[in-house]
Each structure stands twice: as structure tokens, then as C-alpha cells.
């Protein structure tokens, strides 16, 4: 059995804009979101990458209930036979109901024209709901744990890997324009955020897990001191 357990990160969207996860120890694989609809090729390539199939994966964890992240977990469920794993606070978006857009920054206001983060996909109800109670991933062979971290969605959750490594999905982004594009190394909101204090919550949280690398849906990854700098700014802005 290896000693550490790898993050493979898979780009969804060119220069990581987009972003999902394997993580892998040994034959026992967790996907961490699922991308945009009809995603199933790029998670395909990622564990042939490393000399895996559909069977390896044990489960399947989604951070938060959006479509680029949930967009493709009933395909991929489908084809794996692995528990989809999501947050009861998010259970109405993943069974459809509309997302709650609260833009960022101009761009979040005019990507929220579009339509396209509204645009309908394959719903579901998650296999594995979390409360209070979350599931053990050292069960499937990841010693990881989940933690319920709210604020870019009430159900957002994020993955914190033993030795500090964290899949926070959407509670920060870096890049320009949806993330990961050009200045990676700064920390941005992502383009909508459902509460900017309940995220800096969450990332303090985090932190004072021993976070000590966060992976993100977009853009990515930030070391401490970045994630730091972002907390004090959301804490010192009006919102």
C-alpha cells in the first residue's frame, strides 16, 4: 500500500478552470465532483492515466449541488456503481430546485445572463446524505474525512486528506474570470457565493484542521498564507 495518497486533479475546462479529483491509494479511488454533463470521457482518461477503471472507484463525493460540480454524477454512477455522497442542505439543488446566484463581481452579474450555471441536468437524491453524521473514508480505503463547510452553498462540503491536503471545492477560486486562468497564485471569490462570512467560517475551520494545501473547483491549488489573506478579506468587506 503506498504511503501517500495521490491527488490527481482532472481539467474539466481548459487551464483549470474546471477542476475535479481522484483520490488514490493503492486500487481504492474517491471522485470528488463529477464536472458538466457528458464529463464521463475525462474522468475516464484520468484513472487510465493511472492504470485504473470504473471499478476503482468507491465513491463518489460532490462538494456542493451546482452543475459543473454534479453535472455528471448520475452518468458516472451509472458506470461505476459507487455511492454518490452530498450534503442535506444541498438536497433540494441536487433533486433541482434553482440555485441561489449571488454574484461576486461583474462577471459573476453577467455569467449569471447566460444561464448557463441554471441549466437543467440529470437530478437525483445523493446515495449517502450527510447531517451530523458524515461517512468514514478510511472504510474505503482513503484516510480522509469529510466536513460540512457552508457558505458558497449551504451544503457545501469539503475532503481534508490526513496529511493536510483538502478538496475545498468552491469556497475559493483563483485566476481571473471563473478561475485559473493567468495570477493562479491569488485567491478570488468564485463568480456567486450564497454568504461571504459563513465562507471565511469555513476556510477558518478548515484551517484549524490543519489544512494545509486546498485544492479547488477552480483554479487552485493555494498554500495557508493565500487562504489567509482571502479570510481577512471577506471578513473586512460589506456585503
Known amino acids: 500500500m503506498p504511503s501517500k495518497t495521490k491527488v490527481e486533479t482532472i481539467r474539466m475546462l481548459p487551464f483549470g478552470m474546471l477542476n475535479a479529483f481522484l483520490l488514490i491509494r493503492g486500487e481504492n479511488v474517491i471522485l470528488v465532483d463529477t464536472g458538466l454533463p457528458n464529463s464521463a470521457p475525462l474522468v475516464k482518461k484520468a484513472l487510465q492515466k493511472n492504470g485504473l477503471d470504473w471499478s476503482n472507484i468507491r465513491m463518489i463525493i460532490l462538494t456542493h449541488a451546482h452543475i459543473d460540480h454534479a453535472g455528471s454524477a448520475l452518468q458516472l454512477q451509472e458506470l461505476t456503481g459507487a455511492p454518490l455522497v452530498g450534503h442535506e442542505a444541498d438536497l433540494p439543488l441536487f433533486l433541482g430546485a434553482p440555485p441561489v446566484l449571488r454574484?461576486?463581481?461583474?462577471?459573476?452579474?453577467?455569467?449569471?445572463?447566460?444561464?448557463a450555471i441554471q441549466r437543467p441536468f440529470a437530478y437525483f437524491s445523493p446515495d449517502i446524505v450527510c447531517s451530523t453524521e458524515m461517512?468514514?473514508?478510511?472504510?474505503?480505503?482513503?484516510?480522509?474525512?469529510?466536513?460540512?463547510?457552508?457558505?458558497?452553498?449551504?451544503?457545501?462540503?469539503?475532503?481534508?486528506?490526513?496529511d493536510g491536503r483538502v478538496i475545498a471545492g468552491d469556497l475559493a477560486a483563483s485566476g481571473i474570470l471563473l478561475g485559473g486562468i493567468m495570477i493562479k497564485e491569488k485567491p478570488m471569490q468564485p463568480p456567486f457565493e450564497e454568504s461571504p462570512l459563513l465562507v471565511a467560517e469555513a476556510l477558518k475551520n478548515l484551517l484549524a484542521h490543519d489544512s494545509t494545501q486546498f485544492y479547488?473547483?477552480?483554479?487552485?491549488?493555494?498554500?495557508?498564507?493565500?487562504?489567509?489573506?482571502?479570510?481577512?478579506?471577506?471578513?473586512?468587506?460589506?456585503?
Open 216 to 239: 479547488l473547483g477552480h483554479g487552485g491549488p493555494l498554500g495557508v498564507e493565500p487562504i489567509r489573506k482571502h479570510i481577512a478579506r471577506l471578513e473586512a468587506s460589506k456585503f
Open 103 to 115: 454574484p461576486t463581481s461583474l462577471f459573476g452579474r453577467l455569467f449569471r445572463k447566460t444561464g
Open 135 to 162: 461517512p468514514d473514508l478510511t472504510e474505503v480505503g482513503i484516510p480522509a474525512r469529510i466536513l460540512h463547510t457552508p457558505g458558497h452553498t449551504p451544503g457545501s462540503i469539503s475532503v481534508l486528506i490526513k
